[in-house]
């Protein structure tokens, strides 16, 4: 089992940037394939940023692409999602996920069923 953390959430300017990060619990963070959510007000949560335990090509959701950067340090447990030209439409309460696979898998996931194990969300509010 694995506790997931979340911080750096906040108010941010439109055009600003953030670095989230997701602390793990555990031993074998190394065999958990990871992934980024958000949940803006009344909408559904959706996917936005995975990576694998071999942190190959991450992948990004079409919406992202170019602006957010996920990364993971594993002798850390931490899983960070840089988050740059921050737009009005990025508000969101942002959730950390995990799924343990196995050491070396390319392939990172990017449905919520997907994933076991869930962070409590940090708010990130961008004003214009």
């Known amino acids: 089992q694995v506790q997931l953390v979340e911080s750096g959430g906040g108010l941010v300017q439109a055009g600003g940037s953030l670095r989230l990060s997701c602390a793990a619990s555990g031993r074998t963070f190394n065999r958990y394939a990871m992934g980024w959510f958000r949940q803006a007000p009344g909408k559904e949560r959706e996917w936005v940023a995975a990576v694998s335990t071999s942190s190959s090509s991450p992948g990004y959701a079409d919406s992202v692409k170019g602006r957010f950067t996920i990364s993971r340090d594993n002798a850390k447990n931490t899983v960070y999602l840089e988050i740059t030209s921050l737009k009005s439409e990025d508000t969101a309460v942002y959730y950390c996920?995990?799924?343990?696979?196995?050491?070396?898998?390319?392939?990172?996931?990017?449905?919520?069923?997907?994933?076991?194990?869930w962070g409590q969300g940090t708010q990130v509010t961008v004003s214009s």
């Open positions: 996920a995990a799924t343990l696979t196995f050491l070396g898998n390319t392939y990172y996931y990017t449905r919520d069923d997907d994933y076991r194990y």
